[in-house]
């Protein structure tokens, strides 16, 4: 079992850097044209990454920090294991349950038809499975032994997808992203009609891909180690960006061998993430923690601390606004007419409405916040 050891203070930093994060996936969610968005606002189309590929990678590392600073809490002040497993599993189910719903949203507007497409994985589903696989883990085994185990799933996966044959198709072929043996498992279980709508051939949180994302919250698990240490937060921030630079080169050099792609969550892309997010993180404990730049950072905070609220939020409201009719067009667009293309046209008025949206979303979340109000799952 992990060392548990509840935290000596309250980590601004934690909550800034996850409200920067799930911002900035509420950014890149929601232009107001996808044909007309500024390419470090998109994904890379296959391999390669953006800083838009940045953002669900941090969002798991984050997910694993908080892992250690909320669960070693409860079990050094003797909390019984079998009662935190349980909400870990609880909690864990709700958020595959939640993102199940989101993508079910359809029903409501089309009926019985829906189900036939009706898309299984997606991100709240893989943010609950890593989450509940990282948080058993660390209940029930040492630091070193985390490790092994994320190398373990990391390497594993590299040569599941470099050198299994792909049934019906052959040896794999990464350049194809039909050919891999990650994308026959999405489509034999799932079936092509239930997999992302983009793709078809494979899903971008499908079960396979699933392994090495569990490996990045072990990793932001092991960082929230560092975090807990008894020793100045200058040397733990030292700590943590000096393995940030390490995993970062390390996932830089493994895309030599092994592409950097975000869609099948290669292992070097989890590597390389996971060390850009420990350095981030540092960035943030210094800013939030050292420095105490409290308002600067505000927003962020304001962020942080509802970032499940805002994720589902926004995915309820977009729908619910492209449904409702104003004339010949949907109320989005008529909103997006009315408030961006009628002064602006192009990239910029797309990203207007991007920023309205997620400035929107803060004045809905700092009245919350002012009031106490944290819904959490």
């Not at 100045?232 to 390490?246: D, K, Q």
């Not at 009719?325 to 008025?349: F, I, M, N, Q």
């Amino acid at each position: 079992m992990s060392e548990l050891r509840a935290p000596r203070e309250r980590l601004l930093a934690l909550d800034v850097f996850r409200g920067a994060t799930i911002a900035a996936m509420i950014l890149v969610n929601n232009p107001g044209d996808w044909g007309k968005v500024y390419a470090p606002l998109l994904h890379a189309k296959w391999h390669g990454w953006t800083p838009t590929d940045l953002v669900f990678p941090f969002f798991l590392w984050i997910v694993g920090v908080a892992i250690v600073l909320g669960l070693g809490g409860r079990v050094a002040s003797g909390a019984p294991l079998g009662a935190v497993a349980h909400k870990i599993v609880r909690r864990a189910l709700l958020l595959v349950a939640i993102g199940l719903a989101l993508n079910g949203l359809g029903f409501l507007f089309e009926g019985l038809a829906f189900f036939e497409r009706w898309r299984f994985p997606g991100v709240l589903q893989r943010i609950g499975i890593a989450y509940g696989v990282a948080a058993l883990l660390f209940l029930r085994f040492r630091p070193g032994t985390l490790v092994a185990i994320a190398a373990g799933l990391l390497i594993g996966y590299a040569g599941l997808l470099a050198y299994c044959p792909v049934p019906g198709l052959g040896a794999p072929d990464l350049a194809d992203p039909a050919r891999t043996i990650a994308a026959w498992l999405d489509r034999s279980v799932f079936g092509t009609e239930h997999l992302w709508s983009s793709a078809k051939v494979y899903d971008p949180e499908g079960l396979l891909s699933t392994l090495p994302a569990i490996a990045t919250t072990l990793a932001g698990v092991s960082a929230g180690l560092v975090v807990t240490r008894a020793e100045p937060l200058e040397r733990r921030i030292a700590a943590l960006m000096v393995g940030g630079v390490a995993l970062a080169t390390l996932g830089f050099v493994w895309d030599w061998f092994l592409p950097i792609n975000k869609p099948l969550w290669t292992s070097s892309y989890a590597v390389f993430t996971a060390g850009l997010a420990s350095c981030g993180f540092g960035v943030a404990l210094w800013v939030c923690d050292v420095r105490g730049w409290r308002r600067v950072v505000e927003p962020f905070r304001v962020y942080g601390v509802n970032a499940i609220t805002v994720f589902v939020g926004s995915a309820l409201l977009g729908r619910v606004l492209r449904e409702i009719p104003v004339g010949d067009e949907p109320l989005s667009r008529w909103l997006y007419h009315a408030l961006c293309t009628s002064w602006l046209s192009g990239k910029p008025a797309s990203l207007c409405w991007a920023l309205l949206w997620v400035s929107a979303w803060y004045l809905a979340l700092r009245w919350m916040d002012r009031r106490g109000m944290r819904l959490r799952v």
